[in-house]
Every structure is written in C-alpha cells, then in structure tokens.
C-alpha cells in the first residue's frame, strides 16, 4: 500500500503469475504412446494467463483529514499532466516553425516565450544550412510520455518524453498556479 496526499492505493491479493507453457501428456506422436520409454515427444502450447488484480482507489482523510483537498489535488496533478502535454507539443511545433511562439503566450512566462523564440531563430538558421540532418530537426514531433511531481500546493515540475524523426529528446518544465491559472515558469527542452 502506498499513500500519496491522502490517496490509498491498494492492490487486491497478489495473484503468482501462471506459468507460460503447459505440457499436454499423451499428446505425442499419433499412433504412439507418450512416455519415455517409447520415445514419444509430449505437445507444449501457451497457458492463458491469469488477468492482473485491479487496483482499489479509496480516499482517506488523511493527516489534515481533508478529504475534498486529496480530491483536489488529484484534479490539480490531471490538469498539469494535460497542461504540461499540450504545452511541450506546441513548444515543439513553434521550433519546427510550423506555430508562432506568441501563441503561447498566454500559458508561458514572458522570459520562456522570448527564449523559445531565439531557439526557434537559431534553429531556423541552422535549417537553412546544407545539412541533412538539420532538415530532420522538429519533424513529426509526438509527445509520447508526461509525467508530473507536485512540488507544493500551488507548484508543479514535469517532464515529457517527445519524439521526432531524427531523434528522441526529453522537455522539462515548471508549472506554477497564480490567480487560478497555471503558467509555464521553466521550460528546458533538451
């Protein structure tokens, strides 16, 4: 059992896992006996395995013994996770070119904007040069994996996993809320 903000998560009774092939007696060569002594061969064939045990979800108070808070929080972590996944993939589109930085304006802090657009500037430059592997930069970019760690109340990290043609790249970022929105204050994108 882990406790996460109030949050238990237990699983049901562990099931051992099933073993992978189940060896049929009397299975071997037609016309013949299974066994050892007449030299028959036995047939092997895939075990159906056992379904996993689903996880129970149950709040609890807590050590606050705020309930509706542990639910908030869960709420906040969901909406960061969203956050954090639309942003990095806009944030890969504006250095492909292909998106105006002043599009995430609204979610970014002014210092991330204006540095995201002076990379896309120096990736643009670069793409202009008569390397192959410059024009591979930033194609198809899909953001395969959001993961996010609540820092305090109104403060979160995260980082994603993004994939692109010519490479696998990691995005962190920093996401904190103020007046009831959450803005991008970091954003590293390796």
């Not at 962190?172 to 009831?180: F, H, K, Q, V």
């Amino acid at each position: 059992m882990s406790t996460l903000t109030g949050i238990c998560v237990t699983a049901a009774a562990a099931v051992p896992p099933a073993p992978h092939l189940e060896v049929i007696p009397g299975s071997g060569v037609p016309g013949r006996e299974s066994g050892a002594a007449t030299g028959g061969a036995a047939q092997v064939r895939p075990r159906p395995r056992a379904a996993a045990a689903p996880a129970v979800m149950e709040l609890s108070a807590g050590a606050g013994g705020n309930a509706a808070g542990a639910w908030r929080s869960v709420e906040d972590h969901r909406e960061v996770c969203a956050i954090s996944r639309s942003t990095v993939q806009a944030a890969i589109e504006v250095l492909a070119g292909t998106r105006p930085a002043q599009q995430l304006s609204r979610r970014l802090d002014p210092r991330c904007v204006a540095s995201l657009q002076h990379r896309a500037a120096l990736t643009r430059r670069a793409g202009t040069g008569g390397s192959g592997t410059a024009a591979l930069l930033h194609r198809n970019p899909s953001v395969r994996s959001v993961h996010a760690c609540r820092v305090s109340e109104h403060i979160y990290e995260a980082c994603a996993v993004v994939v692109e043609e010519a490479r696998i790249r990691a995005v962190a970022l920093r996401i904190e809320r103020s007046r009831a929105v959450w803005r991008v204050t970091v954003l590293e994108i390796g």
